[in-house]
């Protein structure tokens, strides 16, 4: 464990996920995703880059009504269950007794990035939000509660794990870049990044 990023909760495990444990949640995403496929987000300033889907109660859906969590993908469907796989990873390193609600599935292909943003759409802060990264490279950029200042920047790797716990929770963040290309984890490139959260 060990970490350069100096705010207060903010935790990675490097390489918390070896390589046949990375290979196995990436069959059982593959699974999750042909029932709930990926999606294009859009925001006020038009269609994200990242591309979405989730598992849980809960997803996160942002269109033309704006930002928020539904129980149903895009589709009508109710979102797929957390795999066990993924709960196992919360129930290791989050210090939390409650279940995640919400898995979040980012995937980002080449040039897709992930703007300064704030996760501030749930109710119950005192539990973290824990992060896993598969496939490519991300440049994982922490900042501060407020926008501006200082920010420091980590490159994650496929298997490490990040918590998000303390002002850390709050605290904005991004993704500002993948190194496309690598990771063989999968056979076309691209970052999937997991979110773990509580959310009533």
């Not at 060990?2 to 046949?20: C, E, H, M, N, W």
């Not at 797929?80 to 390193?93: A, D, F, G, Q």
């Not at 501030?120 to 539990?127: I, L, Y």
């Not at 420091?152 to 794990?161: A, F, N, P, Q, R």
Request: charged residues 25%.
């Amino acid at each position: 464990m060990a970490t350069s990023i100096r705010q207060k909760g903010f935790v990675i495990y490097p390489g918390f996920l070896d390589r046949p444990a990375q290979e196995e949640l990436v069959a059982r995403l593959r699974k999750i995703l042909a029932r709930a496929p990926l999606f294009t987000p859009s925001t006020r300033r038009g269609p994200m880059s990242v591309r979405m889907s989730a598992a849980g109660r809960f997803g996160w859906i942002s269109d033309a009504r704006g930002y928020r969590y539904e129980e149903n993908h895009p589709n009508g469907s109710p979102w797929p269950p957390i795999p066990k796989e993924v709960l196992s990873i919360w129930n290791t390193v989050s210090d939390c007794p409650r279940e995640p609600e919400c898995c979040l599935i980012n995937w980002y292909g080449e040039g897709a990035k992930m703007g300064m943003h704030s996760d501030a759409d749930e109710t119950d802060f005192t539990c973290p939000v824990v992060s896993v990264s598969l496939g490519d490279e991300g440049l994982f950029r922490m900042g501060n509660l407020e926008r501006g200042g200082k920010t420091e920047s980590i490159w994650l790797k496929s298997g490490d794990v990040v918590m998000m716990g303390g002002t850390a929770r709050r605290a904005h963040h991004s993704v500002d870049r993948i190194r496309f290309g690598s990771s063989t984890l999968l056979p076309e490139g691209g970052r999937i990044n997991l979110t773990l959260r509580v959310v009533t």
